[in-house]
């Protein structure tokens, strides 16, 4: 397995918590789109999809996302890719089997923490970016005082029959060494049952346990 492995899904995970809340906004943004992003997240208890993740080189991997309200996330990698990511409401966790390492970054601050948490107001920390195109809402997180989290921008396609008449369809990152991160969704599906232990994963470190 070649290591350039572990720094792209480090990318992924970068890209989730890069941005805390509460900073400026660069623009003023549109009420009535973030109000609408607000009632999707609430209007979603769980979440499955497919993800195909591609960095700056054109090096993609690809997975399966499933999320459950409140707090919760994993990005189980493809078959053959040692790597998984999982957000337990407090924490983001990578956790890379085959070196037996793991890597923890709070996201009780970041824009990930709102998509996962519904009591978030989006219009506290969002703003929404114009993208010629009715059918798509783009809302861009990032801290011009603190360019070293870089942004992120997560975008939306307007589907009626989807919660809120949203549907995430991913995000793009991007840090302060100009480093991008696409993460696109498929297949997504709402309400499916999701039990508690898919957020769970082992500890490969010695003397490692189940944690969850």
């Known amino acids: 397995m070649k290591r350039i492995l572990a720094p792209v899904a480090l990318s992924l995970a970068t890209a989730l918590v890069a941005v805390p809340a509460g900073y400026a906004l660069a623009q003023q943004a549109a009420p009535s789109d973030l109000n609408q992003v607000n009632a999707y997240i609430r209007a979603v208890t769980t979440l499955t999809a497919d993800f195909s993740q591609t960095d700056r080189n054109g090096q993609v991997l690809t997975g399966k996302l499933t999320l459950k309200q409140p707090g919760k996330i994993r990005f189980q990698y493809e078959k053959g890719v040692p790597l998984l990511i999982v957000g337990d409401g407090k924490a983001l966790t990578l956790i890379d089997y085959e070196v037996r390492q793991v890597q923890r970054w709070p996201i009780g601050n970041s824009p990930l923490a709102a998509l996962i948490d519904p009591t978030k107001d ?46 995430l369809y991913g995000w793009v990152a991007l840090d302060a060494q100009n480093n991008r991160t696409a993460v696109r969704l498929s297949n997504q599906q709402y309400g499916v049952p999701v039990a508690d232990s898919a957020f769970r994963w082992t500890d490969p470190r010695p003397r490692g346990r189940p944690n969850g």
Request: charged fraction near 25%; aromatic fraction near 6%.
């Open 122 to 167: 989006l219009s506290k920390f969002g703003t929404v970016v114009p993208t010629g195109d009715p059918t798509v809402l783009s809302v861009q997180a990032k801290d011009p005082k603190r360019p070293e989290f870089g942004t992120i921008t997560m975008i939306f396609k307007r589907k009626p029959a989807s919660p809120a008449g949203l549907e």
